[in-house]
């Protein structure tokens, strides 16, 4: 059957899409060393197993031409000084872009490059992110109470690679501050 043109509406006030594919829910269990605090990690871990993030996924073939996308929402939440946040990945296919777009909250999208570029982009709702081809990405969600509700879109064969970031982390951490949140340097970074 030839495909037709479809639309999905997003519930308000949550976002969370009328119809999706498949709901992936986060928990801290699977952010292990991820997070700078060990310790912090597990006094959090001792209380619960806390739901970070959630993503609804509207799902397409995974070949060029496609487009995947989703609603991705990060709940509010700190594990020592350092926000929840999502795994974060590069594409596998390195050469694949993404956008973002903030619905809801507030927070910032951690980016680096194999190059060592790195980038901090605030996202607020109306703010439309670009992620260029090569760049990792992670959403961190800076907000106290509110969950960061972003709509995503990204090429259908981008695929992911989470390994070189468990392996490595980010070279940049968001934690907490009297401002709001600051960007500090991953003492536990690794190379290659
Ligand atoms: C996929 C896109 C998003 C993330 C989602 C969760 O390329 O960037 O759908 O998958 O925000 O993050 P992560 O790092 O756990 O996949
Ligand atoms: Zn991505």
Redesign the pocket.
């Known amino acids: 059957m030839p495909d037709i043109p479809f639309s999905i509406d997003l519930a308000f006030p949550t976002c969370i899409p009328h119809k999706y594919d498949r709901h992936l829910e986060r928990r801290l269990s699977s952010m292990e060393g991820m997070f700078l605090d060990t310790q912090a990690f597990k006094e959090l871990q001792s209380k619960g197993d806390s739901l970070m993030y959630e993503v609804y996924e509207i799902h397409r073939p995974e070949i060029p031409g496609e487009l995947l996308s989703g609603i991705s929402i990060v709940h509010p939440g700190k594990v020592g000084n350092e926000f929840f946040m999502t795994k974060g990945?590069f594409?596998s296919v390195l050469e694949t872009a993404?956008i973002y777009y903030c619905l809801k909250g507030e927070g910032v999208m951690i980016m680096e490059n194999p190059e060592g570029d790195t980038s901090i982009e605030p996202l607020v709702p109306g703010k439309i992110l670009y992620?260029p081809p090569r760049w990792a990405?992670r959403s961190v969600c800076t907000g106290r109470q509110n969950d960061l509700v972003t709509f995503?879109i990204?090429p259908g064969n981008?695929g992911?690679d989470y390994g070189t970031i468990i392996k490595r982390g980010f070279r940049k951490l968001i934690v907490d501050s009297t401002d709001g949140y600051k960007s500090i340097d991953n003492p536990n970074w690794k190379t290659g």
């Open positions: 990945h594409h993404e992620v990405h995503f990204y981008a992911h």
